[in-house]
């Protein structure tokens, strides 16, 4: 059962070493689509098997706390979403310290879980920062996103929550989103001197800082 | 305190500032133990990931394994079906139990108390040596399929976890009275390393670190998953947050998992132990953020997907790391020999931090 | 000018000869009791806790601790780069001499001690060990590494304020023999003497004298120097190989000495247990038969060793208890062995104290957690030097009204349990009154007497 | 003659240690040679049958004022106290007091040896157990002819310590 059969050759595993610049050749080039995080109905690979009706998930979620929300910040409220039914808000990036604290004074949700970022390299606005939020009085969860571009600063919600403090700083450390008002934005996983970002879709799996490894290690990097 | 300090649960380094005895300030160095487990995630089925998933905690791998697996059949789905549900419950459940072993025996023997650790050794042997047999591995036991188990409990499985369950509460009382009225144990663990409620809450600490600060909650009764809303059990709550009600808290939460395995124990649904899922997994695209209870804290599984064999994008949230954030707040004004102990009683697996 | 030295020297000889013969027995034999000691420990430990211990060497690990010499003797002798060689030398050996001279003064049996009942016994033997302080400090100053530095510090401080605390508690039992002298000491809890232990009388200050020379010995909850985890092995770090062994053979040195100061001040020395009671005489055949219990032990196991090696060996040791039983019961049966009753039997009942004395450390070591440090300074200067000091008072009050009523022996019983009651009183006022002193002040602001 | 030697050979470790205690750089080892020197005396006691006396010199001086010594050398942090020269321009002042002091023992010595029956004091080999008890002499002077004094003492003893607490309490 471990195996599964490798009819589809994953495009993954990459036949020659391919130049980091190119995206993982992951033959479907999302397509571009202005809201949802995901490419609304990308062309299935050429598989054997029929290809299914792209099954679509995203409802547009419209409850009194979306339209209590789309009241007070209208513009800055892109999106809003559900996902398996999980909420999801799409918010503008530049307004998210002033969301973050109406969201935990005012709705309540008090706790940030989990602060991360996924790389879209495909779209201009590139990066999701996102953020898991879950209040304890109403014993809910609420996903926000903001995009943001390569270079763009996003403002830091650590004067909201302190436990953003780290896990913004990992997500620097992966991505390479500056998040402005960060106490000490710096690496917090990998050495200081590390070139890089890993957790980008361009820098690919086998990249190591080949600078950073014969500097410090004294080897050719791979060996 | 350098990384290969013998007290510090693995490679962390910590640097203090001191005055004297007491401590002024300390910032946490870590990284050491970095694998980039998320990178591998993007190029790996989720099949072949499920691996990966046990050796970030390593001490709690069933319960990480079990959200990864709930996480990619909430992406499919896909309901795992009964009789799986209450074999996982149970397996996770020992594996806290075996966890906050550990965890008691090392937090004893860095303040000094030399015998609890073989008791909680002894104890935790029982328990791995249960995982054994129903699958083969004892730590890293990559227990759970995505979709339902893979291995049918068996034969003697309930009778094992029963001979467990019944002698595990004479031996908790062991660890009491050699812990808990002990003068010298609570002169050591009272007042020290004091986090309030509100600070908890605003560190993002979860897990019974938070629940010895006073708040009552725990995503096995707030979200249940897997077969936990079948069972009664209570959550046990602090209430200053300090070392010793930490302690507390998690004594009497190794108590309430007994209590769980054993009504889980009595009556294991027959059935099918795996849903229909086919070899090769193309969940629809879309994303799903899904936490559960370990050991630790809450462990949650932010999962996007491309409609690929593969995941687009897996991020963990490790309750360790964010938990270890705490530590700053709770060393400051102590001395140099508490922060050994305010170390061991956030229980911090280093995998699981640095991932 | 040769010949002087000469006669001085022979003219030292006939007059020293028995403690100079007496001195290099006790040198000598004292490494492999110590060895076996610490074998005892692990053994014990072990089985506190559910496992087994050395097994390897020899049946039953009985060789262990040889092979620890060995190894220890072998190891390498690092010294650290630009430490001071006079002083690195210097402390271990001061530390290991100190130990052994506060053993001269001691008397295992009423013949058998090695400084001929010099007048100032106990004194002596307080004094002597309150030198191996010194092989601490220089020990952590030489190895000049800041860690080792602090742990010297802190183990020197605890070992002083302790000093005070169990010195109290031996005054408190002095008041009664009057004399420091230990024979006399000894003869004053016989039948001749007051015929009850002192520790019947002086509860009290042997609870402080046994805290305290926990303490004093850095050992089980006061065991902070060294097992502090960031300094590591405190002043021990930087020794290695066989300077180390020095240090630790001085440690258990002081322990057994502590131990025997217990004894001969509290348990009652070399006496059988109510030696003053006639009717009480059939004790005398408990050394025996506790040989012979041993013995039947060696025996049954023996079939069950591996090796045919070891079952010899365990068959050897169980000939060896026999004898030893035989040996403890001649002079109670055999009228013209009466003489040799107190030798024989006062050694066996002096090594069983100590026995139980050192088996009571080892415990406490297995059970319970450790002190921070400055919970263990005030430990003991808040709580055990007041203590004492107020139980020397009670005391001396107690005797002089002991002597207003002429109560002798078993009757100072009425005058003394009063006051010990008094002392323990005392204390729990002591206690709580550190509870509230605690409760106010934050436990961030923990008053720590030797900070840094 | 075993005494004699006996003498002789705590003598001279005493003058040896002290001459060398003063001429080390290093502070520590001045520090030992000082124990040493102590512990000299107190043998020099006990051959004087002064067991008490020998017994409280250890445990008052080694074991208590040299552990002091000890701890503040530990403290101080040693490299300043290397850098200054230690002997600056006293060297000549101190040979000076020196010779006076020789010149008085000297005299003491000479005037001495006339008086009749004076002289140095002969040690007899007396037998042990014919020698009143050392300690028990010390405690009846102590207690009964002195016993005033031995209170003020102990006063002054108390007020001083009072005060070391008292000055240490303000400084944390």
């Known amino acids: 059962m471990a195996d599964e059969p490798k009819e589809p050759k994953p495009p993954q595993v990459p036949t020659g070493d391919k130049p980091a610049s190119s995206t993982p050749a992951v033959s479907t080039p999302p397509a571009k689509s202005a809201d949802a995080s995901a490419p609304a109905a990308p062309p299935k690979p050429a598989a054997p098997a029929a290809p299914k009706p792209p099954v679509v998930l995203q409802t547009p979620l419209a409850n009194e706390f979306v339209t209590r929300f789309r009241a007070k910040f209208g513009a800055a409220l892109l999106d809003a979403i559900e996902d398996r039914k999980q909420a999801i808000l799409v918010v503008e990036c530049v307004r998210l310290v002033e969301i973050a604290l109406h969201l935990r004074d005012e709705e309540k949700f008090d706790m940030l879980a989990d602060l991360t970022a996924v790389d879209w390299p495909k779209r201009e606005k590139r990066f999701d920062v996102v953020l898991d939020l879950y209040s304890f009085p109403k014993n809910e969860r609420l996903r926000l ?55 980008r879709k361009d820098y690919d799996i086998l990249q190591q800082d080949t600078a950073w490894v014969r500097e410090n290690l004294g080897i050719e990097s791979g060996q | 305190m350098g990384p290969q300090h013998p007290s510090t649960h693995g490679v962390l380094r910590v640097k203090l500032k001191l005055d004297g005895e007491r401590v002024i300030g300390s910032e946490c160095i870590i990284g050491y133990l970095h694998r980039g487990v998320e990178k591998i995630a993007e190029n790996r089925t989720y099949q072949q990931f499920a691996p990966y998933v046990d050796r970030m905690d390593y001490v709690a791998a069933v319960s990480s394994g079990l959200g990864y697996c709930e996480a990619v059949e909430k992406l499919l789905l896909v309901e795992a079906p009964p009789r799986a549900r209450v074999i996982r419950t149970i397996l996770t459940e020992l594996q806290r139990i075996a966890s906050h072993l550990l965890w008691l025996g090392t937090h004893a023997l860095d303040i ?28 890293t036991t990559h227990a759970f399929r995505i979709g339902g188990l893979q291995y049918e409990a068996y034969d003697t499985f309930e009778r094992d976890v029963e001979r467990f369950c019944k002698d595990f509460e004479s031996r908790i009382l062991e660890y009491e009275t050699l812990l808990t009225q002990n003068r010298i144990w609570i002169g050591r663990t009272k007042g020290v390393g004091i986090l309030t409620a509100a600070d908890a809450i605003a560190f993002g600490v979860t897990g019974p670190v938070l629940r010895a600060s006073g708040v009552k909650w725990d995503i096995r009764k707030a979200a249940p998953y897997a077969a936990y ?64 209870e370990a050991p630790k804290g809450e462990i949650g599984y932010y999962i996007v997907s491309d409609g690929t064999v593969m995941p687009y994008r897996v991020h963990i949230r490790p309750p360790s790391f964010i938990n270890l954030q705490a530590f700053d707040r709770m060393v400051r004004g102590h001395l140099v020999a508490d922060v050994v102990a305010i170390i061991g009683t956030i229980d911090i697996v280093l995998g699981e931090v640095d991932r | 000018m040769m010949n002087a030295i000469l006669q001085a020297t022979l003219e030292f000889l006939k007059l020293y000869w028995a403690p100079l013969l007496c001195g290099v027995a006790i040198v000598a034999i004292l490494p492999l009791i110590v060895g076996y000691i610490v074998l005892v420990e692990r053994k014990l430990m072990a089985d506190m806790q559910a496992r087994l211990g050395p097994m390897r060497v020899g049946p039953h690990g009985l060789l262990q601790p040889i092979a620890d010499a060995l190894k220890l003797l072998i190891k390498e002798d690092i010294i650290p780069d630009n430490a001071d060689k006079l002083v690195f030398w210097l402390a ?148 290695s190989g066989f300077r180390w062994s020095l240090y630790f053979l001085a440690e258990y040195t002081n322990m057994i000495v502590v131990a025997s100061v217990a004894t001969t001040l509290f348990l ?95 415990w406490l070591r297995f059970t319970i957690p450790r002190y921070r440090f400055d919970q263990l300074m005030r430990l003991g200067w808040h709580f055990l030097i007041p203590l004492s000091i107020i139980n020397v008072l009670l005391v001396g009050v107690a005797l002089i009204a002991g002597a207003y009523f002429n109560l002798k022996g078993w009757g100072l019983l009425l005058v003394t349990t009063p006051a010990a009651v008094i002392a323990l009183v005392v204390a729990l006022l002591i206690l709580n009154a550190e509870k509230e002193r605690n409760a106010r002040q934050n436990q961030t602001a923990a008053s720590d007497f030797y900070a840094g | 003659m075993l005494d004699k030697v006996l003498f002789y050979f705590f003598a001279a470790i005493a003058v040896a240690s002290a001459v060398l205690m003063v001429t080390r750089r290093n502070v520590v080892h001045s520090a030992i040679f000082l124990i040493t020197a102590l512990l000299a005396t107190a043998g020099i006691f006990l051959q004087l049958r002064a067991e008490f006396l020998f017994i409280v010199q250890i445990i008052l001086y080694v074991g208590g004022i040299m552990v002091l010594f000890v701890f503040v050398i530990m403290l101080v942090n040693l490299d300043v106290a290397l850098q200054q020269i230690q002997f600056a321009r006293q060297k000549w002042v101190a040979l000076l007091v020196a010779l006076a002091l020789a010149a008085q023992v000297g005299f003491m010595f000479w005037t001495s040896g006339k008086m009749a029956g004076q002289g140095l004091p002969v040690l007899t080999a007396v037998a042990a157990n014919r020698l009143l008890a050392n300690s028990e002499t010390v405690a009846h002077s102590l207690f009964e002819s002195y016993l005033l004094p031995f209170e003020i003492a102990s006063v002054l003893l108390l007020v001083a310590m009072i005060g070391a607490v008292v000055m240490a309490k303000k400084r944390t």
């Open chain 1, 145 to 199: 996103k903001a995009h943001a571009e390569d270079a763009e600063e996003v403002p830091s919600v650590v004067s909201v929550w302190p436990t953003a403090n780290w896990q913004e700083r990992e997500v620097f450390d992966m991505f390479g989103i500056v998040f402005s008002g960060h106490p000490n934005l710096k690496r917090i996983l990998l050495p200081d001197e590390w070139q890089g970002y890993p957790l």
């Open chain 2, 112 to 139: 000094g108390a030399l015998t609890p650790l073989f008791y909680c050794f002894r104890e935790r042997e029982e328990i791995l040596k249960i995982f054994e047999k129903y699958c083969g591995a004892r730590l």
């Open chain 2, 229 to 292: 809303d079948q069972y009664k059990f209570e959550i046990p709550v602090g209430t200053i947050g300090d070392t010793y009600d930490r302690y507390l808290v998690r004594m009497e939460e190794m108590r309430q998992s007994r209590l769980i395995c054993l009504q889980a124990v009595e009556n294991i649904p027959a059935g099918p132990i795996m849903a229909k899922v086919g070899k090769v997994l193309k969940p629809p695209p879309g994303e799903v953020y899904h936490a559960i």
């Open chain 3, 92 to 239: 271990p050996v001061l530390s290991v001499g100190a130990a052994l001279l506060a053993l001269a003064g001691l008397a295992i049996g009423p013949a058998f001690q090695i400084a001929q009942d010099i007048n100032i016994g106990i004194l002596f033997v307080v004094g002597i060990s309150a030198l191996g302080i010194f092989g601490i400090v220089l020990g952590g100053w030489a190895s000049n590494s800041h860690y080792s530095l602090m742990g010297a510090l802190r183990s020197s401080a605890q070992l002083v304020s302790y000093e005070t605390a169990a010195g109290m508690a031996l005054v408190s039992a002095l008041l009664f023999t009057g004399t420091l002298n230990v024979k006399s000491i000894v003869l004053a809890q016989s039948k001749d003497g007051e015929g009850i232990w002192f520790v019947m009388l002086a509860p009290v200050a042997f609870f402080t004298y046994l805290v305290a020379s926990i303490a004093e010995t850095n050992r089980a909850p006061f065991d902070l120097p060294e097992a502090e985890s960031e300094l590591v092995a405190g002043y021990m770090t930087e020794f």
């Open chain 3, 268 to 362: 009652g020395g070399w006496l059988r247990p109510f030696a003053s009671v006639p009717w009480l005489n059939f004790l005398d055949f408990v050394p025996t038969l506790l040989m012979a219990g041993v013995g039947a032990y060696c025996i049954v196991r023996a079939p069950k060793q591996p090796a045919r090696v070891q079952q010899l060996f365990m068959l050897a040791v169980a000939g060896l208890c026999f004898v030893v039983g035989l040996a403890l019961l001649a002079p109670v049966l055999v009228p013209v062995a009466k003489p040799f009753y107190a030798g024989i039997h006062g050694g066996f009942w002096f090594i069983f104290k100590v026995s139980l004395y050192i088996y009571f450390f080892m």
